[in-house]
Nanobody, 121 residues
């Protein structure tokens, strides 16, 4: 069993900053890619940013230059630093990891429960 625990969401004014964290624990042999997705009401869940185990990153065009993804491979934690937040960034943010299950040694995708980010004055 793999657990992803997210934290750091909340209410912030436009132009403000938040830092999301997601810690993975449980029976996982190796974590490959880690990422953050978001889903606004009535919309599909979209990729915000991802990072491989070698540190390569990718971002949605809408967050480039404002968001930064990073990871701590020792702590199995991924972070999302969000600066210059806009009302359109309001969504539930989900952590996702692509990892190898310790028991079956198969690659699986794991999701966190989500954390609400609201950008409003």
């Amino acid at each position: 069993q793999v657990q992803l625990v997210e934290s750091g969401g909340g209410l912030v004014q436009p132009g403000g900053s938040l830092r999301l964290s997601c810690a993975a624990s449980g029976s996982i042999f190796r974590i490959n890619a880690m990422g953050w997705y978001r889903q606004a009401p009535g919309k599909q869940r979209d990729l915000v940013a991802s990072i491989t185990n070698s540190g390569s990153t990718a971002y949605a065009d809408s967050v480039k230059g404002r968001f930064t993804i990073s990871r701590d491979n020792v702590a199995n934690t991924v972070y999302l630093q969000m600066n210059s937040l806009k009302p359109e960034d309001t969504a539930v943010y989900y952590c996702n990891i692509l990892g190898v299950d310790d028991t079956s040694r198969t690659t699986r995708s794991y999701w966190g429960r989500g954390t609400q980010v609201t950008v409003s004055s």
